[in-house]
């Protein structure tokens, strides 16, 4: 197939998930893949055309993707329709919100509180794609384990457990002292006493899966990280709001966090670089506003 070259729109291939390769009229092409999860069958097409297109083989990204390297510039739109009917899609580049990142959660993992994977399909459908500044990632880890590195996102979402002390349940035997890494838990065995400092509390909720009278009581909510960088600057998130227990409140806090960046970023800057340069009191401000 003969192609016009000067109409060749290489920003639109980008933004759908083509990117030029350093060999002329190469592409390597990132597919959409939520939460690090493909289906068996879909896998196998990932498979025949990498063979069929590419030479032979992919990479895995760092942020739980697939990228078929020497798509050729010819072959753009038949890729696309091989993809359509496995029920796959490309990827997005540039400056928009990037594919949902997320670990396998509260219905695999026995130490997620979160249901992680399903909350990734939903950050995808409220926000994939979406126009910014730069690019913008979000990262769903379903407990303090952190397996997805929250803090290394723009937005990062942490399972977490609001955890209550139930005082005639307790033998004071000591294990939740014992499993608290943050030490927030002193618990007097001979004296039958047991101090909490909530303030030191990380929402771990180890307290609870250890008590075997549960003593412990954990209510599962979302801990939230803004700003995190992982590339030419290095920058760890910030927490600037207490648990949140309700994808409600969850949403509505997203939502202002983009429209703050949307409002106040420039082009090609960072949403942790806007932050910086804005005011993170303002950001704080904005999202916490929402809230009440």
Known sequence: MEINMAQVDYKELKKGGFMRQKQKDNFSLRLGIIGGQIEADQLLKVHEIAKKYGHGYVHMTSRQSIEIPFIKLEDVESVKKELAEAKLQPGVCGPRVRTITACQGSEVCPNGVI???????????HYHGRELPHKF???????????????ENDVGVKGGQKVNWVENKCTFCGLCEAVCREKAITVDKSGKKLLFNEEACNYCGRCVKACP???WEGKSGFVLYFGGLFGNRIAIGKKLLPII??????????????????????????????VDRVGWE?????VAGVLQ
Request: glycine share 4%; net charge negative.
């Open 282 to 286: 303002l950001l704080e401000k904005e």
């Open 245 to 274: 227990f309700s994808t409600e409140d969850l949403f509505k806090v997203v939502d202002a966090t983009l429209k703050f960046y949307e409002t106040h970023g420039k082009a090609s800057e960072r949403f942790r670089n806007t």
């Open 213 to 215: 009278t549960e003593a």
């Open 115 to 125: 249901d992680s994977t399903k909350l990734a399909y939903e950050f995808d459908s």
């Open 137 to 151: 990632k979000f990262g769903i880890t379903a407990c303090c384990n952190n397996c997805l590195k929250a803090e």
